[in-house]
Nanobody
C-alpha cells in the first residue's frame, strides 16, 4: 500500500510562490509516474503537472512557465514549485502516484492565493 502525503500549502499573496511536496510512503522501491492535480470549489479535479520516473514532464497549458514539477526518486517525493501565483490558483492540490498500474491519491493540501 502506497500512501502519498502532501505538505507545503498555505496562504500566499498574488504574485507570490509556494513549494508543495508529496512523499509517497509504504513503497520500498521507486514509484512510477507522479502527478499533481487540483480542485477548486465547484470545479472538477484537473491535472496540473505530471512527471515520469525518468523525469519527463507534462504541464497543463495555463501552468507552463509558472509551475515546475520535479522529483527525488530516492525519497519517493514529488515537488511542485509554484511561482507568480494568481487568485484563480486557489484550490486543494492533490498528489497522485502510480505503482505497478495502481493509482494512489493523497489527502490534499489547501493553497489560497489572496491579498
Amino acid at each position: 500500500q502506497v500512501q502519498p502525503v502532501e505538505s507545503g500549502g498555505g496562504l500566499v499573496q498574488p504574485g507570490g510562490s509556494l513549494r508543495l511536496s508529496c512523499a509517497a510512503s509504504g513503497s520500498s522501491f521507486s514509484v512510477d509516474d507522479m502527478a499533481w492535480y487540483r480542485q477548486a470549489p465547484g470545479n472538477q479535479r484537473e491535472l496540473v503537472a505530471a512527471i515520469t520516473r525518468s523525469g519527463i514532464t507534462d504541464y497543463r497549458d495555463s501552468m507552463k512557465g509558472r509551475f515546475t514539477i520535479s522529483r527525488d526518486n530516492a525519497k519517493n517525493t514529488v515537488y511542485l514549485q509554484m511561482n507568480s501565483l494568481k487568485p484563480e490558483d486557489t484550490a486543494v492540490y492533490y498528489c497522485k502516484v502510480w505503482k505497478r498500474g495502481l493509482a494512489y491519491w493523497g489527502q490534499g493540501t489547501q493553497v489560497t492565493v489572496s491579498s
